[in-house]
């Protein structure tokens, strides 16, 4: 049986984490806010260059550009975008598992994985996989000269031949409450298969020709694809650590009132045998 000054020692302790769990739950809220406004502000730019971009690769020839050529080969690189900092729940244990299906699903495939995020880093680092390349997510927003030198990296081993196509993942960000797991094809680039859409957004004039422009927008797609991982992963972070950060003051504060319930019956059952044992010194005195 524990004595109160110990459960005292332990409420204390609890209310502690409680402030701390509180803060940071504001911080992320605050955070939140920046990046939810910064990735709605991305998406219809990243989603309209998907369909230009699906546009223009319908029309022309998979070797009239390298991004295009689907070369059959099993070496596969692996993008996975994750968190730097733990206390954020189940945000980045559902990403490492989507990574690890993903490669149980391709027993045969040579695969490499290109690693944003300390907590992906630090979960593969002794797996014995090969590393591409290793990056953290870091403290500040999320800007596109880091998507760019992201993109540079993962096309500069496409054109290498060191990886044959490339997969993406990343959290889609839908709410605080919500943060859902996507794997997408980021390389060769392929046309959508849409053709309600292709009928719905008809022909585009390019000016100059379609060749160029293709040429032109490949590379800029996969920094912009980059970029929105980056955006929707940092604005996922942030809900799931918030959403994380309320449940644990909550349960902070449950566990307050029965560690409290506890100590004030202690202390009134020793409250009582000091009387009782008044009151027997004193019968025993007459």
Same mark, same amino acid.
């Given at each position: 049986?524990?004595s ?5 020692? *332990?409420?204390k $302790?609890? &209310? ?6 509180k803060? /940071?739950?504001m911080?992320?809220?605050? &955070?939140?806010k ?11 730019y990243?989603e309209?260059m998907?369909e ?5 690769? @319908?029309?022309a @020839? $998979?070797?009239?550009h390298? !991004?295009?050529?689907?070369r ?6 692996l ?7 733990? !206390?954020c729940? $189940? ?6 598992r ?7 699903e391709?027993? @045969?495939?040579?695969i490499?994985l +290109? =690693?944003?995020? *300390? ?7 002794k797996?014995?996989?090969?590393l591409i390349? $290793?990056r953290? /997510? ?21 054109l &290498?031949?060191e990886?044959?196509?490339?997969h ?5 960000? &839908?709410?605080?409450l919500?943060q859902?797991?996507?794997?997408q094809q !980021? ?10 859409k ?5 022909? %585009? ?6 060749d160029?422009?293709?040429?032109? =927008?490949?590379?800029? +797609? ?13 604005a996922?972070?942030?809900? #799931?650590r918030?959403? #994380? /950060?309320? @449940? ?14 506890? %100590?004030n019956r !202690? ?5 009582t045998?000091?009387? /009782? ?10």
């Amino acid at each position: 049986m524990p004595s109160l000054k110990d459960i005292k020692r *332990r409420i204390k $302790s609890v &209310k502690n984490t409680r402030q701390i769990t509180k803060a /940071m739950k504001m911080v992320s809220a605050a &955070k939140l806010k920046r990046a939810q406004d910064e990735i709605v502000a991305a998406r219809p730019y990243a989603e309209k260059m998907l369909e230009l971009i699906g546009s223009l690769a @319908s029309k022309a @020839s $998979s070797d009239s550009h390298p !991004l295009l050529e689907a070369r059959g080969g099993n070496k596969v690189g692996l993008m996975l975008f994750t968190s730097d900092r733990g !206390l954020c729940g $189940s945000f980045n244990s559902q990403l490492l598992r989507n990574a690890e299906r993903f490669m149980r699903e391709r027993p @045969s495939a040579e695969i490499s994985l +290109y =690693l944003v995020g *300390r907590r992906g880093g630090e979960y593969f680092k002794k797996r014995g996989i090969k590393l591409i390349n $290793s990056r953290n /997510m870091g403290n500040a927003r999320p800007n596109y000269g880091s998507a760019a030198e992201i993109a540079n990296d993962i096309i500069g081993a496409y054109l &290498k031949g060191e990886i044959d196509e490339v997969h993406i993942i990343f959290s889609e960000f &839908k709410s605080a409450l919500t943060q859902k797991p996507v794997l997408q094809q !980021l390389l060769p680039v392929v046309a959508p298969q849409n053709e309600e859409k292709k009928e719905e957004g008809g022909d %585009y004039l390019y000016e100059p020709a379609e060749d160029a422009v293709l040429a032109s =927008l490949l590379p800029r +797609y996969v920094e912009v694809q980059a970029f929105r991982a980056l955006l929707e992963t940092s604005a996922s972070e942030h809900g #799931a650590r918030m959403t #994380a /950060m309320d @449940s644990a003051s909550k349960n902070a504060g449950q566990m307050i009132s029965g560690l409290t319930l506890v %100590y004030n019956r !202690l202390r009134q059952a020793a409250i009582t045998k000091e009387l /009782m044992e008044i009151i027997g010194g004193a019968e025993a005195l007459k």
